[in-house]
């Protein structure tokens, strides 16, 4: 009679532990969010330790950064890498506001994630980004975090406001030669001696530039402990009036919507001048005759005569270095140069070329596509068949039409949960509108997909040969108004090889 034997493994594979994180974010570097900075690296790493079915592994924390750019938190990104590497299952963080307090971002990180099979999981508003349900209230309270994040904003930007009125705000960027001390500007004496010289050496007929090569010469100290000097640099120090003892506030200003980007205030807010306000480097009449002698400059070397633009200016880039080419005249003879190699030959290994050679060489190119072999109609063959195959085979278009038939899902799933009065009007209305709008989105994404890299080749490359086609007979001078019209770039090496980038991004080579 047979008989059964049941044969042991070895060992037993357990279920494979889930490998688990944990996200701190505070936003100031004061005592208090310290502390509470400190609370949630102890608090997480006790209840992931806890779990035995959860592998630690690692806390992630950003400290007195603001959540509204993903960009700037190094951890945040150095977490989102390695969850691309597949070693992060799940994430666990306090709030939406501490993960993120724009609902763009949020929402595009959660996404990505959950793409590649990892949740979010929310303490404070009790929410798992791989819960459908979840997910979609995720956008709310995103939103509402955002608003905060605003409102917060906006108070404090008052009350700067306010101490800007009364002479008595304190910027945090503080000026070479200062130190912020209690709150307070205080004269840093060995960087304002160094502004002092600044000064003297400028009314002495000094130009910015050199006075900028010679605390480079000097191994003067920069603001951040750098070693080279621009001319930028000291000609901001000349005009910056916190040098008499005063402050001219809201020279920059921030948008009120996220994500507050800064930018230049060209007359959109209220500026204040403050006199007065901390210690003076620079006396006050030095500063206004260098102010006088800046101007006075300006008016003399101001360009009045309108900038000559030559056929081949913007257009040739150095292969060895990347810098433009700038037009000489030399001997007579008009040539082109690297701009690097022109100031100082050592700088770059580039040579000069006379114009009529880099004409040359574009001229035999020209004549060689237009009465040569049909070399632009071979190539465009070849980009029509492999245009025909991308869409014929597209997986981009494939995976956006999935993630469609998802939304669909979650937008039937959104409809019974509302039925079911499981959500409120407003918030189902919401969350409608938002799935909605990916649906909407999603299509046009897979319209673009079709819209492929290659078509827009195809319709450079036949738009080359329909310009070229035009030319009847052989070329036998430079045609500007072509090369214009075909020529996105031209690099020269120092083997005088003239590389020419045309319409369609197709580069031809020319010995020059």
């Not at 938190?73 to 993960?99: A, G, N, W």
């Not at 071979?378 to 997986?395: F, G, M, W, Y």
Request: hydrophobic share 35%.
């Amino acid at each position: 009679m047979p008989q059964a034997k049941v044969i042991t493994p070895i060992s037993r594979q357990g279920e494979r532990k889930l490998n688990v994180c944990a996200y701190c974010r505070v936003s100031s570097n004061t005592a208090d969010q310290l502390n509470s900075y400190a609370t949630q690296i102890r608090v997480y790493t006790k209840m992931i330790s806890q779990r035995p079915e959860w592998n630690l592994v690692e806390i992630f924390a950003d400290e007195g950064i603001s959540g509204m750019k993903a960009n700037n938190r190094e951890e945040f990104q150095r977490m989102i890498h390695l969850c691309e590497l597949k070693q992060i299952d799940l994430i666990i963080t306090k709030s939406v506001s501490r993960f993120a307090r724009n609902v763009k971002e949020a929402l595009s990180y959660v996404r990505k994630l959950k793409l590649l099979g990892i949740g979010v999981q929310f303490e404070k508003e009790g929410i798992n980004t791989l819960s459908l349900g979840d997910e979609m209230l995720l956008n709310t309270f995103a939103a509402i975090a955002q608003e905060e994040s605003k409102s917060i904003s906006q108070n404090i930007r008052l009350a700067n406001v306010k101490r800007m009125e009364n002479g008595e705000y304190i910027a945090t960027n503080v000026p070479y030669g200062y130190r912020l001390i209690d709150k307070k500007l205080e004269i840093y004496e060995p960087e304002a001696e160094v502004v002092r010289s600044i000064y003297k050496l400028y009314l002495n007929g000094w130009s910015t530039t050199e006075i900028a090569r010679e605390l480079t010469a000097c191994e003067v100290p920069t603001k951040k402990a750098g070693k080279e000097w621009r001319s930028a640099n000291v000609s901001y120090m000349l005009s910056n009036e916190r040098y008499v003892g005063d402050c001219r506030y809201q020279k920059t200003v921030r948008d009120t919507t996220v994500p507050f980007k800064q930018s230049l205030n060209r007359g959109q807010e209220d500026m204040y001048y403050a006199s007065e306000t901390h210690p003076a480097i620079i006396d006050r009449k030095l500063f206004e005759d260098v102010q006088a002698l800046h101007e006075k400059r300006k008016e003399r070397f101001a360009r009045t005569e309108e900038q000559i633009i030559y056929p081949l200016s913007s257009h040739i880039r150095c292969f060895e270095c990347g810098s433009f080419y700038h037009r000489k005249i030399r001997g007579g003879t008009i040539k082109w140069v690297c701009s690097r190699h022109g100031k100082e030959a050592a700088a770059c290994n580039s040579n000069y070329y006379s114009e009529d050679r880099i004409y040359d060489g574009f001229i035999a190119m020209i004549n060689k596509l237009r009465f040569g072999e049909d070399i632009l109609g071979r190539v465009i063959s070849k980009l029509e068949h492999v245009v025909h195959e991308h869409k014929r085979n597209n997986k981009a278009a494939q995976q956006v039409s999935g993630e469609i038939a998802e939304l669909r899902a979650k937008l039937l799933m959104l409809d019974q949960l509302y039925a079911k009065k499981y959500l409120a009007s407003d918030v189902y209305q919401a969350q409608s509108r938002d799935i909605q709008k990916q649906i909407s989105e999603r299509k046009a994404e897979r319209q673009e997909s079709f819209d492929s890299e290659i078509l827009s080749v195809l319709e450079g490359v036949k738009r080359l040969k329909s310009i070229i086609w035009e030319i009847e007979e052989p070329l036998d001078q430079f045609d500007e108004k072509l090369f214009r019209e075909i020529v996105q770039e031209v690099t020269i090496d120092n083997k005088d090889i003239m590389t020419v980038t045309l319409l369609g991004g197709l580069k031809f080579e020319e010995l020059i």
